[in-house]
């Protein structure tokens, strides 16, 4: 069940993105290029910097935990409609985690 819900977003996602497709299967590319086309510019004017990165290492970070950083995945794709699918929601998370909070699993 898994593996046809994961080819099902594969295929749904090599429909759609044909330009990124080659990373489909690759999680933390697959993050990165999340990252940068739907989180990355809002994050940069957010924080006020122009660097949509800042936000993920703020000092005052209320990211302490791997939970807390997929439940604000999870806060920010929903409230802000931006449509991913679970599969996503988990690669940007593994992405964010490797690229700037390090959290042991
Ligand atoms: C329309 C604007 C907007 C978009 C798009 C957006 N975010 Fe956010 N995000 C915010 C704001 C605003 C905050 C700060 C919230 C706060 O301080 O309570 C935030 C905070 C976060 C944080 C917490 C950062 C920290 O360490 O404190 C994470 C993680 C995050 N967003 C992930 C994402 C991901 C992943 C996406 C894309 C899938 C995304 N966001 C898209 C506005 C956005």
């Given amino acids: 069940m898994k593996f046809l819900i994961k ?4 295929a749904v996602m090599a429909t759609f ?10 999680p933390l590319a697959n993050g ?10 809002c994050h940069a004017k957010k924080t006020g910097f122009g660097n949509g990165d800042m936000i993920y ?3 005052d970070s209320k990211v302490t935990t791997l939970a807390k950083l997929n ?3 999870s806060v920010c794709n929903s409230e802000l ?6 599969e996503d ?3 940007v998370s593994k992405y964010l985690n490797q690229q700037f909070y390090k959290f042991k699993p």
């Fill in 7 to 10: 080819s099902l977003a594969l």
């Fill in 17 to 26: 993105l044909l330009s990124s497709s080659v990373f489909a299967n690759e």
């Fill in 32 to 41: 990165k290029v999340i990252d940068q086309e739907k989180c990355y510019a």
């Fill in 57 to 59: 290492t703020r000092s």
């Fill in 71 to 73: 439940s604000m995945i």
């Fill in 81 to 86: 409609r931006l449509d991913l699918f679970p």
């Fill in 89 to 91: 929601e988990s690669d």
